[in-house]
């Protein structure tokens, strides 16, 4: 049977340890899981995550557990923290471990690369339809959350009833949740913004200025709204707090890992020699590929999702990529 004030977080990475931290300075009964057996021991021997989340110490009431089924027993929230990749196969594990129905919350920013599907329709395929699932999304740099800095973010859950208990759960004085039932428009603007911010930090890695990283924010902002669109979203969700505000944040922010591996690829490193120097995931990489099969689907062109692409995956020089970008027939700003 589960309690009401028991949270399972999945992921101990640098956003669920983030999150997790902050529901157990609520008073809830967190546990994190985690696959790397070292945090799980940092977590609870040190009240640290000291590879992701550094030099932040812990709420000492936060347990941690490398066992999928212990860390869910009896849980009535499940927070869905996983890389996008790794979601279906973790929380396939989750989903029969669990008793009843509990609330689960995605929290990662991304699509499913395979099965180019949005992460609550993964989670709504694994756990089934009488589970509620919902969405949080929006501006949230993790160290920015953790020094309790004012941070706005926004629930969906096509069951607004639902995104509202997800604004109970998760909100506090630093933290306001937002309440949405957009779903298809929240998710798109969480994955796709990590694209647009690769591209703008490609931009930043060649040394191009403010000129540019403006085009390119606002070109992707119609870029993911033209996708939602087409996937039955709100256009106006895209510029609210997971559509906009994410996107500069993420283009923008020095925090952001989407940008900084962008910079190192602007500058003339490899792919694979940035990713085999980084233990964190930049979700941009494999959502730019999974983008573009998805505009091609729904008939949507994607010109940025596209180049970044290319640059990722089929060798493309960077400033070749610009070049084409800006050498594109010439058309209105405005779409119909």
């Known amino acids: 049977m589960s309690d009401p004030r028991r949270v399972a977080v999945i992921g101990g990475g640098a956003w669920g340890t983030t999150l997790a931290d902050l529901l157990a300075r609520k008073d809830l009964a967190v546990t994190i899981w985690a696959r790397e057996p070292e945090v799980v021991q940092g977590i609870n021997r040190d009240h640290e995550n ?30 869905s923290a996983a890389p996008s990749h790794a979601v279906r196969t973790v929380m396939a594990t989750v ?47 993790a160290q920015e959350v953790y020094e309790r800095q004012p941070t706005a973010v926004v629930a969906a859950c096509a069951d607004h009833d639902v995104a509202r208990r997800v604004q109970d759960v998760f909100s506090t004085g630093s933290f306001r949740v937002y309440s949405q039932t957009d779903v298809v428009g929240v998710e798109l603007g969480g994955a796709l ?34 996708l939602g669109l087409a996937m039955g979203a709100d256009p106006l969700t895209f510029a609210g707090l997971a559509g906009l505000g ?13 940008r900084s591996l962008g910079v190192e690829l602007g500058r003339g490193r490899k792919l694979e020699e940035i990713l085999a120097s980084r233990k964190t995931v930049a979700e941009g990489v494999t959502t730019a590929r999974t983008a573009v099969t998805l505009g091609e689907r729904h008939g949507v062109e994607l010109p940025i999702a596209r180049q970044v692409s290319e640059i990722l995956f089929a060798g493309k020089g960077p400033r070749q990529a610009i070049a084409d970008l800006m050498e594109r027939t010439l058309k209105p700003e405005q779409w119909r």
């Open 50 to 79: 000291v590879m992701f989340l550094p030099k932040a110490p812990l709420a000492p009431a936060l347990r941690a557990s490398g066992d999928l089924a212990e860390a869910v027993q009896g849980a009535a929230v499940v927070v």
């Open 95 to 141: 989903a029969a471990a669990v008793h009843g129905t509990p609330l689960v919350v995605s929290v990662s920013k991304g699509l499913e690369p395979e099965r180019q599907e949005r992460l609550s329709c993964v989670l709504a395929d694994v756990f089934g339809g009488a589970t509620p699932v919902a969405v949080l999304s929006g501006p949230s740099f």
């Open 193 to 226: 913004k990590n694209v647009i911010a690769l591209a703008a930090g490609i931009a930043e890695g060649l040394g191009l200025g403010f000129n540019p990283r403006a085009a390119l924010i606002t070109r992707g902002l119609a870029e993911l709204t033209r």
């Open 246 to 258: 994410d996107l500069v944040l993420t283009a923008t922010g020095a925090l952001s890992r989407n």
